[in-house]
């Protein structure tokens, strides 16, 4: 079935530090693809998306750019700040269903 | 602010007992979900629902059931506890089709089964 894989955290970085966090899917036709974030006690928010092959999708700073031909959304984000430290899961949605299939989540800390 | 509501944010149960997870969302939301969340594993699909009084299994649907007799409400049930149900329990919401893809995620239930 359609699956996305992300990398394997934990990941610290030091303030101001360049930021990929690698996601890859499997799927038929063309899914929905989304980064989502998770802050310390809170419940999951959106954070992007991208509905179709390059698309761009941009928040707070993160971009992630949906790449059929490599089948990845990997998320970028040019200098963090210790208020980005969260756990980040890529997620995607089947073109023909309604259901969202998540990533194992990758928590990132930024140390000050 | 739109709302997904769970009814409790611990719960701490004993092996066989029947567990009830209440999840209220505000939005008018057709399409509701349980993931259960673990370490390492990320969110895994437990049941969803499209409509009042429909159902479909996630990815592991074993040992639970649901119920959404109303639009607004959705329900986990743990048929007979077990230890390894011990999780955080994640309710979400979303409207259908194509622009409507976002989900609305309760703050979760951090079960304990003993």
């Known amino acids: 079935g359609d699956s996305v894989t992300q990398m394997e955290g934990p990941v610290t970085l030091s303030e101001e530090a360049f930021l990929t966090i690698n996601c890859t899917y499997t799927?038929?036709?063309?899914?929905?693809l989304f980064w989502y974030v998770q802050y310390p006690g809170e419940g999951l928010q959106l954070l992007l998306k991208a509905t179709k092959a390059d698309d761009k999708g941009s928040n707070k700073g993160f971009e992630a750019t949906y790449r059929k031909e490599t089948t990845s959304f990997h998320l970028e984000k040019g200098s963090v700040q210790v208020s980005d430290s969260a756990v980040y899961f890529c997620a995607l949605r089947p073109y023909n269903n309604n259901d969202m299939r998540f990533g194992a989540g990758t928590r990132l800390t930024v140390k000050p | 602010d739109v709302k997904v509501t769970q009814s409790s944010r611990y719960l701490v149960k004993r092996t066989g007992e029947k567990v009830f997870l209440e999840c209220v969302q505000d939005m008018d939301h057709e399409n509701m979900f349980w993931y259960r969340q673990d370490p390492g594993l990320g969110l895994r699909l437990i049941y969803f629902?499209?409509?009042?009084?429909?159902?479909e299994k996630g990815d592991i649907p074993e040992g639970y059931s649901v119920s959404r007799e109303k639009k607004e409400r959705f329900s986990l049930i743990l048929e007979s506890a077990s230890t390894n149900q011990t999780s955080m329990y994640l309710c979400?919401?979303?409207?259908?089709?194509?622009?409507?893809?976002?989900?609305?995620f309760g703050s979760g239930t951090q079960l304990s089964v003993l």
């Open positions: 799927a038929t036709g063309y899914p929905s």
């Open positions: 629902s499209y409509d009042v009084k429909m159902k």
């Open positions: 979400a919401s979303s409207s259908p089709g194509q622009g409507n893809e976002k989900l609305f």
